[in-house]
Protein backbone atom coordinates (compact mmCIF):
# COMPACT_ATOMS: atom_id res chain seq x y z
CA UNK A 1 0.00 0.00 0.00
CA UNK A 2 1.40 4.18 -0.69
CA UNK A 3 2.50 5.94 2.04
CA UNK A 4 0.30 8.24 3.45
CA UNK A 5 2.04 11.62 1.70
CA UNK A 6 -0.86 14.15 3.70
CA UNK A 7 -1.97 15.02 0.59
CA UNK A 8 -6.13 14.02 -1.40
CA UNK A 9 -5.43 15.67 -5.11
CA UNK A 10 -3.02 14.43 -7.98
CA UNK A 11 -0.61 12.83 -5.80
CA UNK A 12 2.73 11.15 -7.66
CA UNK A 13 1.89 7.41 -8.22
CA UNK A 14 4.07 6.81 -11.07
CA UNK A 15 7.76 7.52 -10.69
CA UNK A 16 10.86 7.09 -12.81
CA UNK A 17 14.18 6.47 -11.27
CA UNK A 18 16.75 7.59 -13.77
CA UNK A 19 20.79 6.46 -12.13
CA UNK A 20 24.02 5.10 -13.87
CA UNK A 21 24.67 3.02 -10.17
CA UNK A 22 22.61 -0.07 -9.99
CA UNK A 23 23.01 -0.25 -6.46
CA UNK A 24 20.69 2.62 -6.45
CA UNK A 25 18.29 1.53 -8.85
CA UNK A 26 17.73 -1.94 -7.04
CA UNK A 27 17.42 -1.55 -3.81
CA UNK A 28 15.25 2.06 -4.14
CA UNK A 29 12.94 0.64 -6.62
CA UNK A 30 11.98 -1.96 -4.59
CA UNK A 31 11.55 0.34 -1.50
CA UNK A 32 9.39 2.75 -3.92
CA UNK A 33 7.27 -0.55 -5.18
CA UNK A 34 6.95 -1.95 -1.64
CA UNK A 35 5.06 1.62 -0.54
CA UNK A 36 2.76 1.25 -3.40
CA UNK A 37 4.25 3.22 -6.76
CA UNK A 38 4.42 2.20 -9.86
CA UNK A 39 8.31 2.30 -10.74
CA UNK A 40 9.84 2.44 -13.93
CA UNK A 41 13.80 1.94 -13.92
CA UNK A 42 16.28 3.85 -16.42
CA UNK A 43 20.13 3.52 -16.17
CA UNK A 44 20.68 6.06 -19.33
CA UNK A 45 19.35 9.05 -20.66
CA UNK A 46 18.35 7.30 -24.27
CA UNK A 47 16.18 4.41 -21.93
CA UNK A 48 15.11 7.67 -20.11
CA UNK A 49 13.69 9.37 -22.61
CA UNK A 50 12.22 5.97 -24.55
CA UNK A 51 10.19 5.53 -20.93
CA UNK A 52 8.59 9.37 -21.24
CA UNK A 53 8.23 8.85 -24.73
CA UNK A 54 5.83 5.64 -24.36
CA UNK A 55 4.22 5.73 -20.62
CA UNK A 56 3.03 8.41 -18.38
CA UNK A 57 4.71 9.58 -15.39
CA UNK A 58 4.04 11.50 -12.23
CA UNK A 59 7.08 11.94 -10.89
CA UNK A 60 11.37 11.48 -12.36
CA UNK A 61 13.98 11.22 -9.92
CA UNK A 62 17.45 12.12 -12.00
CA UNK A 63 20.49 11.39 -11.56
CA UNK A 64 23.08 14.78 -12.17
CA UNK A 65 25.81 12.99 -13.43
CA UNK A 66 24.69 10.18 -16.16
CA UNK A 67 27.89 9.30 -17.69
CA UNK A 68 28.46 12.11 -20.36
CA UNK A 69 24.98 13.39 -19.54
CA UNK A 70 23.74 16.14 -17.06
CA UNK A 71 20.72 15.55 -15.38
CA UNK A 72 19.61 18.93 -16.00
CA UNK A 73 20.00 18.62 -19.38
CA UNK A 74 18.08 15.74 -19.37
CA UNK A 75 15.25 17.46 -17.31
CA UNK A 76 15.12 19.95 -19.97
CA UNK A 77 14.39 17.71 -22.63
CA UNK A 78 12.13 15.41 -20.42
CA UNK A 79 9.82 18.21 -19.91
CA UNK A 80 9.91 19.67 -22.97
CA UNK A 81 8.11 15.88 -24.25
CA UNK A 82 5.53 16.12 -21.01
CA UNK A 83 4.70 19.02 -18.98
CA UNK A 84 2.84 17.41 -16.56
CA UNK A 85 6.11 15.40 -15.26
CA UNK A 86 8.13 16.39 -12.24
CA UNK A 87 11.68 16.33 -11.35
CA UNK A 88 13.61 16.11 -8.19
CA UNK A 89 17.68 16.28 -8.78
CA UNK A 90 19.83 13.59 -6.72
CA UNK A 91 23.35 13.87 -6.43
CA UNK A 92 26.85 13.23 -4.99
CA UNK A 93 27.74 16.65 -5.45
CA UNK A 94 26.05 18.84 -2.42
CA UNK A 95 26.81 22.28 -3.63
CA UNK A 96 24.31 25.24 -2.99
CA UNK A 97 25.27 26.64 -6.48
CA UNK A 98 23.72 23.16 -8.16
CA UNK A 99 21.04 22.90 -6.08
CA UNK A 100 19.94 26.82 -7.01
CA UNK A 101 20.42 25.73 -10.29
CA UNK A 102 18.39 22.50 -10.30
CA UNK A 103 15.62 24.68 -9.27
CA UNK A 104 15.63 27.68 -11.29
CA UNK A 105 15.88 25.67 -14.29
CA UNK A 106 12.42 23.66 -12.85
CA UNK A 107 13.09 20.69 -10.33
CA UNK A 108 10.94 20.84 -7.20
CA UNK A 109 14.00 19.15 -5.00
CA UNK A 110 16.78 18.01 -4.68
CA UNK A 111 18.57 15.41 -2.78
CA UNK A 112 22.44 14.40 -1.61
CA UNK A 113 23.98 10.97 -2.28
CA UNK A 114 24.07 8.49 -0.09
CA UNK A 115 20.71 8.10 -0.52
CA UNK A 116 18.48 7.02 2.36
CA UNK A 117 14.80 6.18 2.33
CA UNK A 118 13.47 8.71 3.92
CA UNK A 119 15.21 11.21 1.56
CA UNK A 120 12.82 9.56 -1.32
CA UNK A 121 10.44 9.72 0.59
CA UNK A 122 10.18 13.30 2.08
CA UNK A 123 10.62 14.42 -1.33
CA UNK A 124 7.38 12.38 -2.77
CA UNK A 125 5.39 14.88 0.22
CA UNK A 126 7.10 17.89 -0.71
CA UNK A 127 6.28 17.18 -4.39
CA UNK A 128 2.59 15.84 -3.40
CA UNK A 129 2.33 19.24 -2.02
CA UNK A 130 3.71 21.40 -4.68
CA UNK A 131 1.12 19.44 -6.87
CA UNK A 132 -1.80 20.35 -4.47
CA UNK A 133 -1.16 23.72 -4.37
CA UNK A 134 -0.95 23.95 -8.38
CA UNK A 135 -4.26 21.93 -8.81
CA UNK A 136 -5.62 24.64 -5.94
CA UNK A 137 -4.16 27.69 -8.04
CA UNK A 138 -5.38 25.88 -11.76
CA UNK A 139 -9.18 25.57 -9.65
CA UNK A 140 -9.07 29.18 -8.66
CA UNK A 141 -7.95 30.76 -12.35
CA UNK A 142 -10.60 28.76 -13.62
CA UNK A 143 -13.43 30.06 -11.34
CA UNK A 144 -11.74 33.59 -11.99
CA UNK A 145 -11.88 33.21 -15.62
CA UNK A 146 -15.61 31.56 -15.73
CA UNK A 147 -16.32 34.35 -13.04
CA UNK A 148 -15.08 37.28 -15.79
CA UNK A 149 -16.46 35.81 -18.56
CA UNK A 150 -19.92 35.95 -16.52
CA UNK A 151 -19.30 39.88 -15.79
CA UNK A 152 -18.21 40.07 -18.96
CA UNK A 153 -21.47 38.92 -20.74
CA UNK A 154 -23.71 40.75 -18.33
CA UNK A 155 -22.06 44.53 -18.77
CA UNK A 156 -22.00 44.33 -22.33
CA UNK A 157 -25.59 43.18 -21.90
CA UNK A 158 -26.29 46.25 -20.23
CA UNK A 159 -24.17 48.12 -22.49
CA UNK A 160 -26.27 47.20 -25.77
CA UNK A 161 -29.16 48.20 -23.67
CA UNK A 162 -27.48 51.30 -23.04
CA UNK A 163 -27.27 51.73 -26.78
CA UNK A 164 -30.47 50.71 -27.13
CA UNK A 165 -32.46 53.28 -24.85
CA UNK A 166 -30.00 56.19 -26.31
CA UNK A 167 -30.95 55.59 -29.91
CA UNK A 168 -34.55 55.27 -28.91
CA UNK A 169 -34.29 58.95 -27.42
CA UNK A 170 -32.48 60.21 -30.14
CA UNK A 171 -35.56 58.44 -32.39
CA UNK A 172 -38.34 60.35 -29.77
CA UNK A 173 -36.28 63.72 -30.32
CA UNK A 174 -36.04 63.75 -34.50
CA UNK A 175 -38.28 61.05 -36.58
CA UNK A 176 -36.31 59.17 -39.07
CA UNK A 177 -32.85 59.64 -36.84
CA UNK A 178 -32.69 56.35 -35.23
CA UNK A 179 -33.22 54.20 -38.67
CA UNK A 180 -30.51 57.00 -40.50
CA UNK A 181 -28.16 56.00 -37.51
CA UNK A 182 -28.62 52.12 -38.19
CA UNK A 183 -28.29 52.69 -41.79
CA UNK A 184 -24.71 54.51 -41.37
CA UNK A 185 -23.77 51.95 -38.63
CA UNK A 186 -24.23 49.04 -41.16
CA UNK A 187 -22.14 51.31 -44.05
CA UNK A 188 -19.84 51.36 -41.60
CA UNK A 189 -19.13 48.20 -40.47
CA UNK A 190 -19.26 47.42 -44.12
CA UNK A 191 -16.55 49.75 -45.14
CA UNK A 192 -14.52 48.16 -41.35
CA UNK A 193 -14.64 45.30 -43.12
CA UNK A 194 -13.23 46.17 -46.77
CA UNK A 195 -10.15 47.90 -44.72
CA UNK A 196 -9.95 44.82 -42.62
CA UNK A 197 -10.17 45.64 -39.38
CA UNK A 198 -9.34 44.29 -36.19
CA UNK A 199 -12.78 42.44 -34.64
CA UNK A 200 -12.46 45.46 -31.54
CA UNK A 201 -12.30 48.25 -34.02
CA UNK A 202 -15.37 46.80 -35.52
CA UNK A 203 -17.41 47.06 -32.63
CA UNK A 204 -15.97 50.38 -31.63
CA UNK A 205 -17.21 51.32 -35.44
CA UNK A 206 -20.28 49.72 -35.20
CA UNK A 207 -21.51 51.52 -31.73
CA UNK A 208 -19.87 54.50 -32.90
CA UNK A 209 -21.21 54.93 -36.21
CA UNK A 210 -25.12 53.99 -34.61
CA UNK A 211 -24.88 57.06 -31.94
CA UNK A 212 -22.33 59.62 -33.62
CA UNK A 213 -25.01 61.90 -33.98
CA UNK A 214 -26.43 61.70 -30.18
CA UNK A 215 -25.09 64.95 -29.84
CA UNK A 216 -28.78 66.12 -31.48
CA UNK A 217 -30.73 65.34 -28.63
CA UNK A 218 -29.67 68.92 -27.10
CA UNK A 219 -30.35 70.84 -29.91
CA UNK A 220 -33.67 73.07 -29.47
CA UNK A 221 -36.59 71.54 -31.39
CA UNK A 222 -36.94 74.40 -33.08
CA UNK A 223 -33.64 74.38 -34.83
CA UNK A 224 -34.16 70.83 -35.22
CA UNK A 225 -37.32 70.93 -36.99
CA UNK A 226 -36.59 73.85 -39.05
CA UNK A 227 -37.58 73.73 -42.64
CA UNK A 228 -36.30 77.34 -44.08
CA UNK A 229 -32.35 78.28 -44.39
CA UNK A 230 -30.23 78.24 -40.80
CA UNK A 231 -29.41 81.67 -39.53
CA UNK A 232 -25.57 81.86 -38.96
CA UNK A 233 -26.04 81.43 -35.36
CA UNK A 234 -28.33 78.35 -35.54
CA UNK A 235 -25.79 76.73 -37.74
CA UNK A 236 -23.63 77.14 -34.76
CA UNK A 237 -25.75 75.86 -32.64
CA UNK A 238 -25.91 72.26 -34.75
CA UNK A 239 -22.19 72.36 -35.30
CA UNK A 240 -21.85 72.30 -31.83
CA UNK A 241 -23.89 68.58 -32.04
CA UNK A 242 -20.21 66.10 -31.89
CA UNK A 243 -19.18 68.07 -28.59
CA UNK A 244 -22.80 67.30 -27.20
CA UNK A 245 -22.44 64.13 -27.93
CA UNK A 246 -18.79 63.85 -26.20
CA UNK A 247 -20.57 65.73 -23.11
CA UNK A 248 -23.35 63.13 -23.30
CA UNK A 249 -21.43 60.25 -23.30
CA UNK A 250 -18.11 61.09 -21.68
CA UNK A 251 -19.64 60.10 -18.13
CA UNK A 252 -20.20 56.50 -19.35
CA UNK A 253 -16.66 54.98 -18.84
CA UNK A 254 -17.85 52.37 -21.57
CA UNK A 255 -18.20 54.32 -24.43
CA UNK A 256 -14.70 55.82 -23.40
CA UNK A 257 -12.74 54.55 -26.88
CA UNK A 258 -15.57 55.82 -29.58
CA UNK A 259 -15.13 59.51 -28.26
CA UNK A 260 -12.97 60.62 -30.56
CA UNK A 261 -15.21 58.69 -33.94
CA UNK A 262 -18.04 60.97 -32.34
CA UNK A 263 -16.17 64.27 -32.02
CA UNK A 264 -14.81 64.39 -35.52
CA UNK A 265 -17.26 63.08 -37.49
CA UNK A 266 -18.00 66.30 -39.29
CA UNK A 267 -14.14 67.31 -39.94
CA UNK A 268 -13.16 66.99 -43.57
CA UNK A 269 -10.08 65.56 -45.02
CA UNK A 270 -8.90 69.01 -46.06
CA UNK A 271 -9.16 70.68 -43.10
CA UNK A 272 -12.10 72.66 -43.59
CA UNK A 273 -14.26 70.92 -41.41
CA UNK A 274 -15.82 70.82 -37.75
CA UNK A 275 -15.40 71.24 -34.53
CA UNK A 276 -10.87 71.53 -34.41
CA UNK A 277 -10.88 71.69 -38.48
CA UNK A 278 -8.61 68.44 -38.71
CA UNK A 279 -6.84 66.97 -41.28
CA UNK A 280 -5.88 64.06 -42.79
CA UNK A 281 -5.06 60.94 -41.21
CA UNK A 282 -5.27 63.19 -37.68
CA UNK A 283 -8.64 62.94 -37.97
CA UNK A 284 -9.58 59.44 -36.24
CA UNK A 285 -9.76 56.95 -38.54
CA UNK A 286 -13.90 55.99 -37.34
CA UNK A 287 -14.39 59.40 -38.06
CA UNK A 288 -13.78 59.28 -41.51
CA UNK A 289 -15.41 56.00 -42.09
CA UNK A 290 -18.30 57.43 -40.11
CA UNK A 291 -18.06 60.48 -42.51
CA UNK A 292 -18.84 58.50 -45.50
CA UNK A 293 -21.16 56.18 -44.50
CA UNK A 294 -23.09 58.94 -43.04
CA UNK A 295 -22.87 61.28 -46.63
CA UNK A 296 -23.48 58.11 -48.67
CA UNK A 297 -27.17 57.82 -46.34
CA UNK A 298 -27.71 61.67 -46.45
CA UNK A 299 -27.23 61.47 -50.74
CA UNK A 300 -29.89 58.23 -50.82
CA UNK A 301 -32.36 60.12 -48.34
CA UNK A 302 -34.65 62.09 -49.68
CA UNK A 303 -34.79 65.57 -48.43
CA UNK A 304 -37.56 68.74 -48.04
CA UNK A 305 -35.61 70.18 -50.80
CA UNK A 306 -34.83 67.44 -52.94
CA UNK A 307 -34.94 64.06 -54.14
CA UNK A 308 -33.31 61.13 -53.24
CA UNK A 309 -30.27 59.84 -55.43
CA UNK A 310 -29.74 56.75 -56.50
CA UNK A 311 -26.39 54.75 -55.46
CA UNK A 312 -24.62 55.47 -58.14
CA UNK A 313 -25.05 59.08 -57.82
CA UNK A 314 -23.73 58.68 -54.51
CA UNK A 315 -21.07 56.54 -55.28
CA UNK A 316 -20.72 59.05 -57.70
CA UNK A 317 -20.10 62.40 -55.55
CA UNK A 318 -18.30 60.64 -52.74
CA UNK A 319 -15.85 59.69 -55.22
CA UNK A 320 -15.99 63.02 -56.45
CA UNK A 321 -15.25 64.26 -52.96
CA UNK A 322 -12.30 61.73 -52.41
CA UNK A 323 -9.07 63.94 -51.58
CA UNK A 324 -11.54 67.11 -50.27
CA UNK A 325 -14.02 65.99 -48.25
CA UNK A 326 -12.98 62.35 -47.93
CA UNK A 327 -10.25 60.11 -46.72
CA UNK A 328 -9.59 58.71 -50.71
CA UNK A 329 -8.52 55.30 -49.32
CA UNK A 330 -11.67 54.93 -47.41
CA UNK A 331 -13.86 56.38 -50.53
CA UNK A 332 -12.23 53.13 -52.21
CA UNK A 333 -12.74 50.62 -49.28
CA UNK A 334 -16.73 51.73 -49.69
CA UNK A 335 -16.87 51.11 -53.26
CA UNK A 336 -14.61 47.48 -52.93
CA UNK A 337 -17.22 46.82 -49.87
CA UNK A 338 -20.28 47.84 -51.59
CA UNK A 339 -19.63 46.29 -54.95
CA UNK A 340 -18.57 42.86 -52.77
CA UNK A 341 -22.00 43.44 -51.06
CA UNK A 342 -24.25 43.76 -54.10
CA UNK A 343 -22.50 40.94 -55.73
CA UNK A 344 -23.12 38.76 -52.52
CA UNK A 345 -26.72 40.52 -52.39
CA UNK A 346 -27.51 39.89 -55.91
CA UNK A 347 -27.62 43.98 -56.42
CA UNK A 348 -30.48 44.53 -53.61
CA UNK A 349 -29.35 47.88 -51.95
CA UNK A 350 -26.78 48.08 -49.57
CA UNK A 351 -29.29 49.29 -46.99
CA UNK A 352 -29.51 46.76 -43.84
FE1 LIG B 1 -23.62 64.49 -37.38
Same mark, same amino acid.
Given at each position: ?42 ? /? ?12 ? /? ?22 ? /? ?9 ? /? ?259
Amino acid at each position: MRADTGCSVAEVSRILLVDNEESILRPFSLMLRGLGFAVETAS /DAEAAITLVGSSRF /DLAFLDHHLGDVCGLDLMSLLSGM /DQELNFVIITG /DGSTGLAVESLKRGALDFICKPLHADDLVKSIKYVNHRRELDDQKRRLVSTLEARIEEKTGELRGIYFSVLSALAQAMEKKDTGTYGHCRRVSHYSVLIAAALDLEEKQREDLKSAALLHDIGKIGISDFVLEKRGRLTEEEMQVVRHHPVKGVEILGPIKHFESILPAILHHHERYDGTGYPHGLSGESIPLMSRVISVADTYDSILSMRPYRMASSHEQAISELVSNAGSQFDPEIVKAFVRGSDKYSRLFGGAGLAP
